[in-house]
């Protein structure tokens, strides 16, 4: 069985976690047991300013970067309805179709490149 993602490779949890710093400062990463969680507060940017922020929770999977993290919006903003984009009353939001994945968020995708193309987009 292959090892998780941050076990394998603890240079990649340092850069993610730095990344986050740097680009996402209310956003924080924690290690609890096998599962690696981004939580906090996601400002939403159009031309340098905030429009807004969404408290949200990022699992990210085992096989991640190859896999996409699962988004879930947490400050109960955002009804849990498949008209809204949220799959179930756990609040995984569907940031794009299954067929665009590849285009949009192929295997490898950094964090950062994640959060500011389909969260961002998923938000705004």
Not at 73 to 99: M, Q, S, W, Y
Request: charged letters at 25%; hydrophobic letters at 35%; aromatic letters at 8%.
């Amino acid at each position: 069985m292959k090892k998780p993602w941050y076990i394998d490779n603890p240079e990649l949890l340092e850069e993610v976690r730095a990344s986050l710093r740097k680009g996402y400062p209310n956003l924080h990463l924690s290690t609890n047991g096998d599962k690696i969680l981004v939580k906090g507060s996601f400002p939403v940017f159009h031309d340098g300013v905030v429009l807004d922020r969404y408290q949200i929770e990022i699992d990210l999977l085992p096989d991640y970067p190859n896999s996409v993290p699962v988004v879930r919006e947490v400050g109960g903003r955002i009804p849990h309805t498949a008209d809204r984009h949220i799959n179930n009353k756990e609040g995984v939001a569907c940031l794009f179709l299954k067929d665009e994945q590849m285009e949009i968020c192929p295997p490898g995708t950094s964090l950062v490149d994640f959060l500011n193309g389909p969260v961002r987009n998923y938000f705004i």
